[in-house]
């Protein structure tokens, strides 16, 4: 039995009590939101959506139950009209459940119906805040007439929004309306969030949505829950915290924290990351939500740790592409099956697009080599000398002389302000078998959330305890605690300098994992 409710409460704290009730003109902008997901990833949305909505009508209902069962159903009654959106969230639902069976079994189907589905989960999203508000309502009316709340014994219910619970701590505050009780579930929910009670924090900022429309506390509690999901850290849970934020962001596009909101779905999107070698789907998705957030805000504070977050991004897109370039490079060098002009594409796009590459000496190298190849010495010259100016110590400096000796052109002076610069260094044979075991991207991406910390110190305040302090806003003079910044790793071991070739050049191997070829 316990699992059992247990189980519920964990479906009612989804993510569809993160939204208020999204208006007619922001559904074509929340379908867009979510069409970055993969197909499963906006179906498991909505039926969170859709199962969180029925959870919060049932406890309403359950709420306002008649004392005589044979007292005759009234259409005007509102809990007559909350059944009834009950009864339309369940259809919507059991046609998601359709489609996402037919998306496991690999089945065909029309993907249009995506977009069709997501509208309809915010249309009914709308009518079903209208509804809890007027239940939220009849339950101020029922505690103004000074009827007492029945005191039942405690048994199996969990909390008073679902429908009893008798003696929980938690019936009285989610079970009637009072003037304050908002700031009391918004302190309580951060509490639990802290705890690692996640569910039960979302349950109870979920309540303030639904029960207090007009609470200062309001737009905190939305932004709390998509913190909520952050911190949690699983895969389905950064996948609704990154639409979480973006819903929110939907409705305070202007809010002092937009910035830091827009952030957070790109850093949900980079703690998703796998390695180079793999899928860069949540790479690139992470990329452009940090280009964006520049855009958008140029102003921004944020600037340095965006800045910092986009080269780590791009830091690993880079490699894919530099990955893919030398599985081309290699068969022709190897095995003389061609590829050079899918080497040579590949390497220029890292070029042109990731200036700031740790291996950008070996990519201009290899380059040049392509081009050498085609007999265009003089496009491989520019290479070579492109790498000896910017990369006097490479590991392929001697290499490249001897190579522009061939050509017969000369060798150019370092630039003076990278004479000092040092050969890039790569991980060992462990640190690549534990990168290989692990499955994820090395990236140092904190776990905190906007208003709520992972780890808090007791001498510092995080924003929701300034919310509190402040009654539901936030002083214009306090930010977020600031993310830790990224520390540069040095790898254990040095790559060891081949000795120069003859002429062809022959460059070496990659040390790193091939990936498929796009």
């Known amino acids: 039995m316990h699992s059992r409710l247990f189980g519920q409460l964990i479906i009612c704290a989804t993510l569809v009590l993160v939204s208020a009730a999204v208006p007619a003109t922001s559904v074509a902008q929340t379908s867009g939101a979510q069409s970055e997901f993969s197909a499963l990833q906006r179906l498991d949305i909505m039926r969170s959506k859709l199962d969180g909505m029925r959870r919060s009508l049932t406890s309403a209902i359950s709420s306002m139950e008649p004392k005589d069962s044979s007292e005759k159903k009234n259409p005007d009654d509102p809990r007559e009209r909350l059944r009834g959106l009950d009864k339309e969230a369940g259809s919507i639902l059991s046609e998601v459940n359709d489609i996402r069976g037919k998306q496991e079994r690999s089945e065909k189907y029309d993907p249009t119906i995506l977009d069709r589905l997501e509208a309809s989960v915010a249309e009914i999203n709308t009518r079903i805040q209208a509804g809890l508000q007027a239940t939220a309502s009849a339950r101020t009316s029922a505690t103004a007439t000074g009827a007492a709340p029945v005191k039942k014994k405690k048994k199996g219910r969990f909390f008073g929004l679902l429908g009893g619970g008798g003696d929980d701590k938690y019936e009285e505050l989610t ?3 009072a003037p304050g009780r908002d700031r009391v579930l918004f302190e309580e929910a951060a509490k639990q969030v802290r705890k690692g009670s996640h569910e039960t924090g979302r349950l109870l900022f979920s309540t303030i949505i639904n029960t207090y429309p007009d609470s200062p506390f309001l737009p905190l509690a939305k932004l709390a829950i998509a913190d909520s999901f952050y911190l949690e850290g699983t895969t389905s849970s950064l996948i609704q915290a990154a639409q ?26 980079m703690r998703q990351m796998g390695l180079s070698d793999r899928d860069v789907t949540h790479a690139r998705k992470a990329e452009q939500r940090l280009k964006t957030l520049l855009q958008q805000y140029p102003q921004t504070s944020l600037r340095p740790i965006v800045e910092d977050r986009l080269r780590e991004t791009q830091e690993s897109l880079a490699m ?5 370039g030398n599985f ?5 060098y190897k095995r003389g099956k061609g590829g050079l002009k899918g080497a ?9 697009k990731y200036p700031n590459f740790s291996l950008r000496d070996e990519v201009l190298f290899k380059l040049a080599y392509t081009y050498q190849q085609e007999e265009e010495p003089d496009e491989a010259a520019k290479y070579y000398q492109d790498m000896l100016r ?10 490249a002389k001897e190579q522009l000796s061939i050509i017969g052109v000369p060798i150019p002076e370092p630039d003076p302000a990278r004479r000092n610069v040092a050969p890039a260094e790569r991980p060992g044979f462990v640190g690549n078998l534990m990168q290989q075991v692990m499955g994820r991207a090395d990236i140092t991406v904190n776990s905190n959330g906007i208003l709520i910390s992972k780890d808090k110190k007791d001498d510092v305040n995080d924003l929701i305890d300034e919310a509190i302090q402040h009654n539901g806003t936030l002083p214009t003079n306090v930010t977020p605690v600031a993310p830790v910044q990224r520390v540069t790793r040095q790898p254990a071991t040095n790559p060891t300098p081949r000795p120069a070739t003859q002429s062809p050049v022959q460059p070496p191997p990659s040390a790193s994992p091939t990936p498929t070829p796009e």
Not at 320 to 324: D, E, F, L, R
């Open 390 to 399: 910017n990369f006097p110590n490479s590991n392929y400096a001697e290499q």
């Open 175 to 177: 079970g009637t309306v």
């Open 320 to 324: 894919h592409s530099y990955q893919v």
């Open 328 to 332: 081309y490079l290699e068969p022709r």
């Open 244 to 269: 979480g934020y973006l819903d929110w962001l939907t409705f305070f596009p202007t809010d002092p924290l937009a910035d830091d909101a827009m952030l957070k779905v790109a850093e949900a999107e």
């Open 344 to 352: 040579q594409s590949r390497f220029k796009e890292v070029i042109e």
